[in-house]
């Protein structure tokens, strides 16, 4: 299967060779740790709130904008960094994005106005947009033709640097005020010097493949008619707006939910958010390599719905419950990501760059909607009413009974 697998993508992914599966572990390693460091630093943006909020006299509304435009510059930018990577590898666009990154938080922690926040997120979210679909496709170039644990392995690390955000905020921004958000400029300079060497190896692999004449595969056929294959993909973006919004939902608000409904202080709220986030890097880590077992589109089903009743309580839930429940929700709703880019690929064999931007960008883009319209619908209706509404969103789940089998057992 994996070397079937191997064989349905473009220059410069092309049959998986030995130099990838001797370094695959440790460029797996870096690729995480990276990715982990990249999203550290996107989630400090989100821990800043509850700080700029009152200092700077924001609305819900304008909360949400700064989520919406940090992640839409990202949603926008990551399929067209994607397509072009696919055409034309950039073994050193990693670094690019996370110098992107780092003006932005230099920004962000100097930002004398709303308008220079704005900035700063749109500048955070560029450098994510440059580092995502290139980081992915080294991540599969170095599998091993274990699509799901790369993915996993890739996603995990960024899902991990997510839920230390908050807690670094908790204990680094909060008490020393927003100044403190440029001190993770550092974390950004140390990632960028760990993908400049994972950049090194690609561009090796790339070099000697051209040495060894690699010609560009021909491309695989998933057995789906173009008809099939899109109205798939159609189903998988409505599933990934169903994950994200929800998603957006606790990331982005659920310290204010606690702060308002339970009365916390907000060093307890961050903690809280901070044991969500966590539970979301574990079930990313699950999900790959079950996904690898029992098939993608079983997991994609079981994670997207299966969350739904978790959901369904949580807005009835006192503080206790609502911390318990959203652990299940944050490790269920998780695990169907990577599974989900890895199904993506096999339905569109070849385009490596281009899915993972896709999908890379959509979860940005979800996410950024979902920031600002729930930021608006908080403001007319108040936080209570929005959980008991999104408790709704994972019942788009069913959708992916309609989710054809691809290939053999372990793709679904």
Known sequence: MAADDA???????????P???????????????????????????????????????????????????????????????GTLTDRRPQPYSMMVGMACTMSGLLLLGFAPAYWVILLAAAL???????????????????SGGRYGLAQSMFQTGGNIGTSIGPLLAALIVVPNGQRSASF?????????????????WYKAWLEAHARNGAKRAPMADSGLTPT??????????ALMFSKFIYMASLSSYFTFYLIEHFHVTVDTAQYCLFLFL????????????IGDRIGARNVILASILGVLPFTLVLPYAN??????????????????????????????????GLIGGLFFGLAFGASGLGAAGLGALADRIGLDAVYRICAW???????????????PRRLG
């Open 228 to 237: 099939r294959v899109w109205i798939s993909i159609a189903i998988l973006v």
């Open 19 to 81: 130099p990838a599966a001797v370094v695959a572990m440790p460029i797996l390693l870096a690729l995480s740790l990276g990715h982990g460091m990249n999203d550290l630093m996107q989630s400090v943006l989100v821990a800043i709130y509850p700080i700029i909020k009152p200092s700077f006299g924001l609305s819900y509304t304008q909360i949400g904008l700064i989520g919406a435009l940090f992640s839409c510059t990202g949603s926008v930018l990551q399929p067209i960094v």
């Open 393 to 407: 969103l994972p019942a788009i789940g069913l959708l992916a009974l309609w989710l054809p089998k691809v290939g």
């Open 184 to 200: 993770f400029a550092v974390v950004a300079l140390g990632g960028a010097l760990l993908l400049g060497w994972a950049g090194r």
């Open 278 to 289: 966590a539970a979301t890097a574990a079930g990313t880590m699950l999900g790959g390599p």
């Open 7 to 17: 064989k349905s993508i473009t220059t410069p992914a092309v049959a998986t060779s």
């Open 124 to 142: 955070i979210g560029t450098g994510s947009s440059i580092f995502h679909p290139e980081a992915s496709r080294i991540a599969r170039i170095a």
């Open 319 to 352: 503080f206790f419950w609502t911390l318990a429940l959203s652990v299940p929700i944050g490790l269920i709703l998780a695990s169907a990501f990577s599974v989900i880019v890895v199904y993506a690929q096999s339905l569109v064999p070849g385009r490596v």
